[in-house]
């Protein structure tokens, strides 16, 4: 099903991580005037009304449910936006107020390594060979070598257990959410990314209002971040995830989770004048192999597309 990645799907996924990585500093911003759930809530309601203006003037749409086709793709768009937004950033925003960051990043990073044997199973093209499983596993290690061994240990909070749990709950839902989207039929990526960001919208704005309630005010530079997340690490980043899941598959996709830590350190050196880990380019060199790795399986045994 997934062909070979071509220099495309490579700038994409640099894209995803890098619009990732920003989101980092960005949501730091976003949550001094805001609860989580209801930076979660805007930035998926507005990242809908972003995607669906855009497909609306390209004269994108989704096909009737009334017809099986239709029906199939109205369930994936279900499943993207459930487990690739609605139910991750439910669980990290919960989660993160009671694990290090630290942590979280590790459990990201675990993302491809859920999605390798998922895929394996599941989509026919995407086989667990030998040097992918070895490029994923090092790429792991150097995120684990970057964030350092401190993010493993506990910080006594209360619920911390369960919020490890929702952590890696968070990271399975969005390989789910991959899988999910690749086994679509052929449609439209900014009206199948549109549906999926408004039905999202419609699961996580209720439980926003039912936790935290309408915001009693809108900060300017905290609503200006939610502005940014809407457009960028939201609308855009799924439209670029449907993209080359459909195109390259998950597990490629999948690798943007190693690159992200990567790039939120380089941000935080520029704009927050923090200092880079002295493990940076010894880490960045074992993502690097670990991509190559990754993908050599992938470069030699990749059938020809379908769709």
């Not at 009334?66 to 029906?71: L, M, N, P, S, V």
């Not at 070895?134 to 209360?158: E, K, M, N, Y």
Request: with cysteine; glycine share 10%; aromatic share 8%.
């Amino acid at each position: 099903m997934s062909a070979a990645p071509g220099a495309k799907n490579w700038l994409m996924v640099l894209l995803v991580a890098l619009i990732w990585g920003s989101s980092f500093m960005t949501i730091s911003v976003a949550i001094t005037g805001f609860g989580p759930l209801s930076v979660a809530a805007g930035r998926i309601s507005l990242g809908a009304l972003f995607l669906l203006l855009a497909s609306r003037l390209l004269g994108g749409r989704l096909p009737s449910p009334a017809t099986a086709r239709g029906r199939r793709i109205w369930l994936a768009a279900a499943g993207f936006g459930v487990f690739s937004m609605a139910l991750p950033f439910f669980l990290l925003s919960w989660a993160q107020a009671r694990v290090s960051s630290g942590f979280a990043g590790v459990s990201m990073a675990t993302v491809p390594l859920i999605v390798l044997p998922l895929a394996h199973l599941l989509l026919p093209g995407e086989r667990m060979t030998l040097p992918r499983t070895a490029g994923f596993v090092i790429g792991f290690a150097g995120t684990v070598l970057l964030i350092g061994p401190d993010a493993l240990q506990l910080r006594g909070a209360d619920l911390e257990q369960l919020a490890r749990l929702a952590c890696l709950a968070a990271a399975a839902s969005y390989a789910v959410g991959g899988i999910v989207t690749r086994l679509a039929p052929p449609v439209d990526p900014i009206a199948f990314a549109a549906g999926a960001t408004s039905l999202a919208a419609l699961l996580i704005v209720p439980v926003a209002l039912v936790v935290e309630g309408w915001p009693e005010n809108f900060p300017p530079r905290p609503a200006l971040a939610v502005l940014y997340l809407a457009a960028l690490p939201t609308a855009a980043a799924n439209l670029l995830i449907v993209a080359v899941v459909r195109s390259a598959g998950p597990a490629f996709l999948s690798l943007a989770n190693y690159q992200v830590p990567v790039w939120a350190l380089i941000f935080g050196a520029l704009f927050l004048d923090e200092a880079l880990p002295a493990q940076m380019f010894a880490a960045l060199a074992l993502i690097l192999t670990g991509l190559a790795l990754g993908q050599h399986g992938q470069r030699r045994n990749a059938p020809p597309r379908r769709d």
